[in-house]
């Protein structure tokens, strides 16, 4: 049995964990962690456990033996007939997803059930079905799960020709052919591109290699993060701050082991929640015994005559022996394969406009080609049109669905997608949780709760709006402020809250300003005659 946990839509009521505890539990106050792969005996409680979410938060298998085998020959079905005709496409039409991951199947399942009968293709480059990836830097860690049982439940049968452990390694936009690196290629009518992201390397090849040292993004990286914590080292070295980084820290600590934070920044999470909220975050830490160090680089990584990592150096002077290194540096969006495609695409992810169209070098909105997920960056017309690549479950799924919609309907029946992003994380006992874009803001209040508590709720605004909310063990009035993002509500709230705290006045968020994540979007454009300009992207590097 696989289940999977909607965490943004979880208000910690715990009922779960009442009906089915061997499955469900809540850490601290709030915090819900669960067991993705439950055995069969506990199926009832489980179901049981699902229908009394108040949120309906749980998804269950509902495909029976829900393991796909790969179909690496089966032959497509034959092309639609080129007249335009919508029926005959939804029949006979060829849609291939480059991208096996939650993205790529949540876009699948949405694709039958808006009617699809037509060939369907998935491609991904690891050899697994999808599987979902929080709990690789959460349960996986800490060993309360295997890697293995972190399948994601399967809505309805999709019957589709799967790819799997092959990868996608370039796109003829004008044969309309993906081609892949056995040599095959997969013609298409529409094309959906999840390829999402990998995790950034530690950048010195040599050190990277070190027994050790590892990053966190697949399935193997959590088996193998599993097994070098299970063997109790002395001490875990974790290189950034961010979510990844801190939830690793915190399953350390939760495991009885020393572990240490370099962050580049002046606290965990500014990027993510400011400094002001990222300050609190750090102070979490420092009482949950993380030896945490903010402005803090590392500076190398050392091991002995057998390759295995021993100790590091910091830009503080200091010299740490450890046995573990985890590099949680960031992401980097896999669009390689799409170099020379003719697609507005680089290290910042690839362009589309808010229906998830891709837009071409030329700034046109292509109408075969769509994206979603982690790899995607759309405009947010809530967030002043800036374009945003949301790396969050919930987006991820929202607008796959969206994605899959748009391309099996006329252009009356499209829908933007328009959803509030949402993520949530859980550390040191902790639930973080946050609706909109807080990297947007330039002030930040608390407007509920006590921080020296540990459970309160900042409101985040930008010239007067409101255009985030993040709660730390508040999660039932997370939901209350979706509506008035959506409504561009003033800021600060002029609200009379619950447990308001006695001075809530407004101060500077602490985001970093950042430059635009395309300003080395260099292109040449050739041509004199309307018909004949163009653009390309310059891929030389910018002195």
Same mark, same amino acid.
């Given at each position: 049995?696989?289940?999977?946990?909607?965490?943004?839509?979880?208000?910690?009521?715990?009922?779960?964990?009442?009906?089915?505890?061997?499955?469900?539990?809540?850490?601290?106050?709030?915090?819900?962690?669960?067991?993705?792969?439950?055995? +069969?005996? *506990?199926?009832?409680?489980?179901?049981?456990?699902?229908?009394?979410?108040?949120?309906?938060?749980?998804?269950?298998?509902?495909? =029976?033996?829900?393991?796909?085998?790969?179909?690496?020959?089966?032959?497509?079905? +034959?092309?639609?007939?080129?007249?335009?005709?919508?029926?005959?496409?939804?029949?006979?039409?060829?849609?291939?997803?480059?991208?096996?991951?939650?993205?790529?199947?949540?876009?699948?399942?949405?694709?039958?059930?808006?009617?699809?009968?037509?060939?369907?293709?998935?491609?991904?480059? +690891?050899?697994? /079905?999808?599987?979902?990836?929080?709990?690789?830097?959460?349960?996986?860690?800490?060993?309360?799960?295997?890697? =293995?049982?972190?399948?994601?439940?399967?809505?309805? +049968?999709?019957? &589709?020709?799967?790819?799997?452990?092959?990868?996608?390694?370039?796109?003829?936009?004008?044969?309309?052919?993906?081609?892949?690196?056995?040599?095959?290629?997969?013609?298409?009518?529409?094309?959906?591109?999840?390829?999402?992201?990998?995790?950034?390397?530690?950048?010195?090849?040599?050190?990277?290699?070190?027994?050790?040292?590892?990053?966190?993004?697949?399935?193997?990286?959590?088996?193998?993060?599993?097994?070098?914590? &299970?063997?109790?080292?002395?001490?875990?070295?974790?290189?950034?701050?961010?979510?990844?980084?801190?939830?690793?820290?915190?399953?350390?600590?939760?495991?009885?082991?020393?572990?240490?934070?370099?962050?580049?920044?002046? &606290?965990?999470?500014?990027?993510?929640?400011?400094?002001?909220?990222?300050?609190? &975050?750090?102070?979490?830490?420092? /009482?949950?015994?993380?030896?945490?160090?903010?402005?803090?680089?590392?500076?190398?990584?050392?091991?002995?005559?057998?390759? *295995?990592?021993?100790?590091?150096?910091?830009?503080?002077?200091?010299?740490?022996?450890?046995?573990?290194?985890?590099?949680?540096?960031?992401?980097?969006?896999?669009?390689?394969?799409?170099?020379?495609? #003719?697609?507005?695409?680089?290290?910042?992810?690839?362009?589309?406009?808010?229906?998830?169209?891709?837009?071409?070098?030329?700034?046109?909105?292509?109408?075969?080609?769509?994206?979603?997920?982690?790899?995607?960056?759309?405009? *947010?017309?809530?967030?002043?049109?800036?374009?945003?690549?949301?790396? !969050?479950?919930?987006?991820?799924?929202?607008?796959?669905?969206?994605?899959?919609?748009?391309?099996?309907? #006329?252009?009356?029946?499209?829908?933007?997608?328009?959803?509030?992003?949402?993520?949530?994380?859980?550390?040191?006992?902790?639930?973080?949780?946050?609706?909109?874009? $807080?990297?947007?803001?330039?002030?930040?209040?608390?407007?509920?709760?006590?921080?020296?508590?540990?459970?309160?709720?900042?409101?985040?605004?930008?010239?007067?709006?409101?255009?985030?909310?993040?709660?730390?063990?508040?999660?039932?009035?997370?939901?209350?402020?979706?509506?008035?993002?959506?409504?561009?509500?003033?800021? $600060?709230?002029?609200?009379?809250?619950?447990?308001?705290?006695?001075?809530? /006045?407004?101060?500077?968020?602490?985001? !970093?300003?950042?430059?635009?994540?395309?300003?080395?979007?260099?292109?040449?454009?050739?041509?004199?005659?309307?018909? /004949?300009?163009?653009?390309?992207?310059?891929?030389?590097?910018?002195?």
């Amino acid at each position: 049995m696989r289940l999977v946990v909607d965490l943004t839509k979880c208000q910690g009521y715990a009922q779960c964990a009442f009906l089915a505890p061997d499955v469900f539990s809540i850490q601290g106050d709030e915090a819900l962690v669960y067991d993705p792969n439950p055995s +069969e005996e *506990q199926r009832r409680r489980v179901l049981r456990a699902a229908a009394a979410c108040p949120v309906q938060a749980i998804t269950l298998d509902r495909v =029976e033996g829900a393991a796909t085998p790969s179909r690496p020959g089966a032959p497509p079905k +034959e092309a639609a007939s080129g007249d335009g005709s919508q029926d005959t496409f939804m029949q006979t039409g060829r849609i291939v997803i480059v991208g096996a991951s939650l993205a790529g199947l949540r876009a699948a399942e949405k694709l039958r059930e808006e009617g699809f009968a037509g060939s369907l293709a998935l491609v991904g480059d +690891e050899p697994h /079905e999808p599987y979902d990836r929080p709990p690789l830097s959460k349960q996986v860690p800490a060993g309360m799960v295997s890697p =293995e049982h972190t399948d994601l439940p399967r809505q309805r +049968e999709i019957d &589709a020709d799967w790819r799997l452990g092959v990868a996608a390694t370039g796109l003829d936009l004008h044969g309309k052919q993906v081609r892949l690196a056995d040599g095959t290629a997969l013609g298409f009518d529409k094309l959906l591109i999840s390829t999402g992201v990998r995790a950034r390397p530690w950048p010195n090849s040599e050190e990277a290699a070190l027994k050790g040292v590892l990053t966190l993004r697949t399935r193997e990286d959590g088996a193998r993060l599993q097994e070098l914590l &299970a063997a109790r080292p002395k001490r875990v070295l974790v290189i950034g701050a961010g979510f990844i980084g801190s939830e690793i820290a915190s399953v350390c600590i939760e495991l009885g082991l020393d572990v240490t934070v370099a962050e580049a920044g002046p &606290a965990p999470l500014g990027a993510a929640l400011g400094g002001v909220i990222g300050a609190i &975050a750090g102070e979490i830490q420092k /009482e949950n015994g993380v030896d945490l160090r903010c402005g803090v680089r590392v500076t190398a990584l050392e091991g002995d005559s057998t390759g *295995q990592l021993r100790r590091v150096l910091l830009s503080d002077g200091t010299t740490l022996e450890v046995d573990v290194a985890v590099a949680a540096l960031g992401v980097i969006r896999n669009v390689d394969w799409l170099e020379d495609s #003719g697609l507005a695409c680089g290290p910042w992810g690839v362009a589309c406009d808010a229906g998830c169209r891709v837009i071409d070098a030329n700034g046109l909105v292509t109408d075969d080609i769509f994206v979603a997920g982690d790899v995607a960056r759309a405009p *947010q017309p809530m967030f002043g049109y800036q374009f945003l690549a949301i790396e !969050h479950w919930g987006n991820v799924v929202s607008q796959a669905e969206v994605a899959a919609h748009n391309m099996v309907t #006329g252009q009356p029946g499209r829908w933007p997608h328009l959803a509030v992003p949402k993520f949530w994380s859980v550390q040191f006992g902790h639930e973080i949780k946050s609706v909109g874009v $807080p990297s947007v803001a330039d002030q930040v209040v608390i407007t509920q709760g006590s921080v020296a508590q540990r459970r309160f709720l900042a409101v985040y605004g930008y010239k007067g709006r409101i255009v985030a909310a993040v709660a730390f063990n508040q999660n039932k009035w997370v939901e209350f402020y979706e509506p008035l993002i959506e409504r561009a509500a003033p800021f $600060p709230p002029p609200l009379a809250l619950v447990d308001e705290p006695t001075h809530a /006045e407004p101060v500077p968020a602490g985001f !970093h300003a950042m430059a635009s994540p395309t300003q080395d979007a260099t292109v040449v454009v050739t041509g004199h005659d309307p018909g /004949e300009r163009r653009a390309t992207l310059n891929r030389t590097p910018l002195r």
